[in-house]
Structures are given as C-alpha cells and as structure tokens.
C-alpha cells in the first residue's frame, strides 16, 4: 500500500520581493503530514501566526497533536521548526538522525518501503528530501531547495543559500526523482519532466538582463547581473564584498577598480 500526502499549511514568503518593495518581510513554510502505516509524520511544523492553526488543520483530517508520533525538519532554518515543541511526544527526523528524547540513531536512506530520505544540501548543509510513494505518483518534500514553483528559477538566485553549486545539483535530483514537488513557501505542484533538462541549461545573457542576477545577502540590493557581483562570493555586492586584497579567488581586480 502507499504512502499519503497532504498539503495542512500552505507556505507562502515575500523575501523574494521585499528587497524591491520594501517593507516587513513575511513567511511561513509549507506543512506537510505524511501518512504510511503506523507513521503519522508532521514535515516542518514551522513558524505561524498561532500554533491554533496547525492544531485545526489535523483536526480537518481527523488527528489530534497526540497522534503525531514522528515530527521531520528539512532544514535547520528556524522558520521550519519552531513549533516543534508542539509534539513533545514525537520522535523527529532531521539532517543528523532520528531522535526519541534525548536519543539520537541514524536514519537509513530507505526509512519505509515508501519513504526515501535523502541529504540535498545548498540553501542549508542541513537539508534534506522526503521522496514518498504515493498513488498519484513520486512526492518530494523538499523544504527550500525550491521555495515555490520553479522559484527561485536559477540556484545562485537564492540568496540564504549557502552553497549554490551544491543546490543546482539537489535541484536536478529532486527533479529528476519525482513526479510532484512540495516546496518550502506554497502549494505542491506537478513537475514538467522536461524541467530537468532545461535545469542544465544557462540562461541567456540577453534574459539574464532583464532581471535580476541576484539579491546581495548582507545589504538586500538587487545585482543586476555577474559584473556587479563579487566574483568569489556571487551572493554579495561590490559594496559589501568582504575579500582582502590578497583574494587567491579573484584578486580583488574589482575592488581595485571602484577605488581609483
């Protein structure tokens, strides 16, 4: 028999579009529940306005907190876990094992004949895929390897990543291995198999002109395409590049430049 999934909590973030309006940023991530046999699973119990609101959307599919008897966290970012302590009771899953109290055991690639784990490090070293076998198909519960659908479109866009060659390369496999995507901040959607392919390929200069190339992670600036960004550190601006002159990656060339 397979495995059940369901969207309780839509996610939804506005850091993707807070550095050109402004304003308070707004999130919160995407819960999931995970049924396969005797595992009742809550993934990312996240951060909400009221823990109310995830209380009433188990009660919608006829569970109680108590019932929750596994709890998953996709990655270490705070956003995903802070309710937690909502399932006391609850062994939790996270990048560094199975936990039951103050025991922790390593988790097998393979945890149920339909769920499959694997590290998919990049926006966090933490994170981790559920790949669960469902009837409809292959679901990964991905956390933020996408935070909405094709969102961000290219790995180096996402400005918490700590790793963007490491994400464009778990973005590949979680789009090659499944049939439907749940992200870290909106709804689950089907992928385009062909998604996978076009993952590979750069994207145009032209294109990459019309938009921006990156959001500077310190001072939230667009950078507007690869010559005004560091060339060691993509995620940051020229004015907040924090390379020394003797920068064995870029020489610092573009340092010296804006100082003449």
Not at 207 to 221: E, L, M, N, V, Y
């Amino acid at each position: 028999m397979s495995a059940q999934v369901k969207v309780l909590i839509e996610g939804y973030t506005n850091a993707d579009s807070k550095a050109e309006s402004g304003g308070e940023e707004k999130t919160c991530p995407t819960v999931s529940l995970v049924r396969d046999g005797d595992l009742i699973m809550v993934v990312d119990p996240g951060i909400l306005e009221s823990q109310q609101i995830l209380v009433d959307a188990l009660q919608k599919q006829g569970l109680g907190v108590d019932d929750v008897n596994m709890v998953c966290i996709t990655h270490s970012h705070i956003d995903h876990y802070r309710n937690i302590g909502m399932f006391p009771d609850a062994k939790t899953l996270e990048y560094f094992g199975v936990w039951d109290k103050g025991n922790c055991e390593d988790w097998q690639e393979q945890f149920t004949p339909n769920i499959q784990i694997l590290r998919t490090p990049g926006h966090d070293y933490t994170s981790i895929t559920l790949f669960v076998k469902t009837n409809d198909g292959i679901v990964a519960i991905c956390g933020d390897v996408f935070w909405k659908e094709n969102y961000p479109e290219r790995a180096q866009d996402d400005t918490f990543a700590s790793n963007p060659e490491k994400l464009e390369l778990s973005r590949e496999s979680v789009l090659r291995m499944a049939d439907w995507i749940i992200p870290g901040h909106a709804g689950m959607y089907k992928i385009k198999k062909s998604e996978a392919k076009e993952s590979k390929v750069e994207k145009s200069d032209a294109k990459d002109s019309q938009k921006p190339f990156a959001i500077c992670r310190k001072c939230k600036g667009i950078i507007k395409n690869k010559l005004d960004s560091c060339l060691c550190r993509p995620y940051l601006c020229h004015k907040c590049c924090e390379c020394g002159f003797d920068c064995d990656v870029c020489g610092c060339s573009h340092i010296r430049k804006l100082q003449r």
